[in-house]
């Protein structure tokens, strides 16, 4: 199985990128399952129903989120009835929507969960290792093919966590930081792993948002309205051949790409 993991969609640049390149890689790649964090592709924050079906209607499979989930009121409307929207499974019992999402596209059924890190975010996740543990302990039993988008701040946490699942799934990409690291590997297991996927947004920003008001948050400590960025678009993604009986990693490619300017 051939799978295509992309990372943060920022705003409508980030949206414009997705439709660029998604079908079309789909296509020529030959690509079998499309996961993309999509937690700040409304607007720079969070997820609309409307953002939420143009995404679907470009060939995109499964979308993975994180601390930026439940920005948009109007995502508690849909997320407990949509499967393939993810948010962190590491979060208090009675949360809405789903950690995991098991799908039958092509060959054999594929698992896509979503959890958080706990290094310099923002809420209080509950433990990443032990709530994968509780999951995995089902799932390895029902499907070959296993994927976890781990949505957290640092490379050490998730090199740390790469190493605690390198033997039971298929695929770890790290998301959140919108910068792409260029540590794609696979594991002695046969686990590909990226610590970072990098932003699909807009490129001349701070991870999304317009400079000047970043810079002026630095500077001053005061509150500043974040705008998100616009212009010229990148699309950071990993492309993974996962064997089906296996479900270890093949091959492995990064790709950064950027919008003609
Ligand atoms: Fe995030």
Avoid: C
């Amino acid at each position: 199985m051939r799978v295509l993991a992309v990372g943060d969609v920022v705003g409508k640049t980030g949206r414009r990128m997705i439709a660029k390149w998604v079908p079309q890689l789909v296509d020529q790649e030959a690509i079998d399952l499309v996961v993309v964090n999509g937690e700040n592709a409304a607007g720079g924050n969070g997820l609309t129903h409307e953002v939420l079906d143009e995404l679907l209607s470009l060939k995109v499979d499964v979308l993975t989120s994180g601390n930026h989930i439940f920005d948009k009121r109007e995502v508690f409307e849909f997320i407990d009835d949509v499967p393939v929207l993810l948010r962190p499974l590491n979060l208090p019992k009675g949360t809405p929507g789903h950690g995991y999402v098991v799908v039958s596209k092509a060959s054999v059924p594929v698992a896509v969960i979503n959890v958080a890190g706990r290094a310099f975010m923002p809420f209080q996740y509950d433990d990443p290792f032990h709530a994968l543990d509780q999951v995995l302990a089902t799932l390895k039993h029902e499907v070959p093919i296993i994927i976890v988008d781990f949505h957290a701040e640092t490379t050490s946490e998730k090199m740390a966590l790469a190493w605690y699942l390198e033997d039971r799934v298929s695929m770890l990409v790290g998301t959140h930081t919108h910068v792409q690291t260029a540590d794609e590997r696979i594991f002695p297991q046969g686990m590909a792993y990226i610590s970072d996927l990098g932003m699909t947004g807009p490129r001349d920003s701070v991870i999304g948002v317009k400079a000047p008001s970043v810079i002026q948050k630095l500077r001053t400590q005061m509150p500043t309205r974040f705008e998100t960025a616009v212009g010229v678009g990148q699309f950071g993604a990993l492309l993974v051949d996962i064997n089906d009986a296996s479900g270890k990693a093949e091959t492995i490619r990064r790709i950064l790409k950027y919008e003609e300017s």
